[in-house]
């Protein structure tokens, strides 16, 4: 009697012990992203070349900054405001400069709301929990630490946070256009444009 009320409740506890892991809470959310935060990234361009980019994001200032060094090339200034005008300019003797404009401004800190969960991965040697949304983003995050490891566009090209220092803000100086991007003259054509993914895609509407 005693031996099968322990086995049954042994039972009961093995069936349950999934509930232990899963049931108690919903699956995992992915942080948002720190209002203010410095981050190094690593990008892999689908293996066309690499480069690194001294990424700057900054909600309250409505600005989204990249400073990309290429491999063994030059560097180019992409920044991004709120109001969709974006910068893409270099300092060099190239004077080169283009001004976009698209209709939705930088990426809000809650934008990966809605992934679906995919578990987690050893991804750079860290677990992360997985998430993908609409095919076109997978997002590594640490499952200890809860920073971003690792993101991947649906065209190949992967970033690899290398540091994630929230808080860190850039100063403004450093995000005023030069004065070549406002002048007809500037050299256009010289830099062959390193256009990131369409990040509109992640927007609400
Ligand atoms: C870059 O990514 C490609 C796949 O897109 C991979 O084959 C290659 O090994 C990667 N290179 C580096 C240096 O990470
Ligand atoms: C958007 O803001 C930036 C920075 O203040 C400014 O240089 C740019 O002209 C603005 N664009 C539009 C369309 O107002």
């Given at each position: 009697?005693?031996?099968?009320?322990?086995?049954?409740?042994?039972?009961?506890?093995?069936?349950?012990?999934?509930?232990?892991?899963?049931?108690?809470?919903?699956?995992?959310?992915?942080?948002?992203?720190?209002?203010?935060?410095?981050?190094?990234?690593?990008?892999?361009?689908?293996?066309?070349?690499?480069?690194?980019?001294?990424?700057?994001?900054?909600?309250?200032?409505?600005?989204?900054?990249?400073?990309?060094?290429?491999?063994?090339?030059?560097?180019?200034?992409?920044?991004?405001?709120?109001?969709?005008?974006?910068?893409?300019?270099?300092?060099?003797?190239?004077?080169?400069?283009?001004?976009?404009?698209?209709?939705?401004?930088?990426?809000?800190?809650?934008?990966?709301?809605?992934?679906?969960?995919?578990?987690?991965?050893?991804?750079?040697?860290?677990?992360?929990?997985?998430?993908?949304?609409?095919?076109?983003?997978?997002?590594?995050?640490?499952?200890?630490?809860?920073?971003?490891?690792?993101?991947?566009?649906?065209?190949?090209?992967?970033?690899?946070?290398?540091?994630?220092?929230?808080?860190?803000?850039?100063?403004?100086?450093?995000?005023?256009a030069?004065e070549h991007c406002f002048n007809?003259?500037?050299?256009?054509?010289?830099?062959?444009?390193?256009?990131?993914?369409?990040?509109?895609?992640?927007?609400?509407?």
């Amino acid at each position: 009697m005693k031996l099968t009320a322990l086995f049954f409740t042994g039972s009961i506890l093995l069936l349950m012990s999934p509930c232990i892991k899963w049931c108690g809470s919903s699956t995992p959310s992915p942080s948002p992203w720190p209002k203010q935060f410095h981050a190094l990234l690593y990008m892999n361009m689908s293996g066309r070349f690499l480069k690194l980019s001294d990424f700057w994001y900054d909600w309250p200032k409505g600005r989204g900054v990249n400073i990309f060094q290429r491999q063994l090339g030059g560097i180019l200034y992409d920044i991004e405001w709120d109001n969709g005008t974006t910068f893409y300019y270099t300092l060099d003797s190239n004077r080169y400069c283009r001004v976009m404009e698209s209709e939705v401004g930088i990426l809000r800190p809650d934008f990966l709301d809605g992934a679906n969960y995919l578990g987690t991965q050893l991804t750079d040697g860290f677990l992360c929990h997985v998430w993908e949304k609409i095919d076109f983003i997978w997002y590594y995050e640490d499952v200890i630490s809860r920073r971003p490891v690792r993101w991947d566009f649906y065209d190949g090209i992967s970033s690899h946070v290398m540091t994630f220092e929230v808080g860190a803000v850039l100063p403004d100086f450093v995000t005023q256009a030069p004065e070549h991007c406002f002048n007809q003259e500037s050299h256009r054509d010289t830099l062959e444009l390193e256009n990131h993914p369409p990040l509109y895609r992640l927007s609400p509407h």
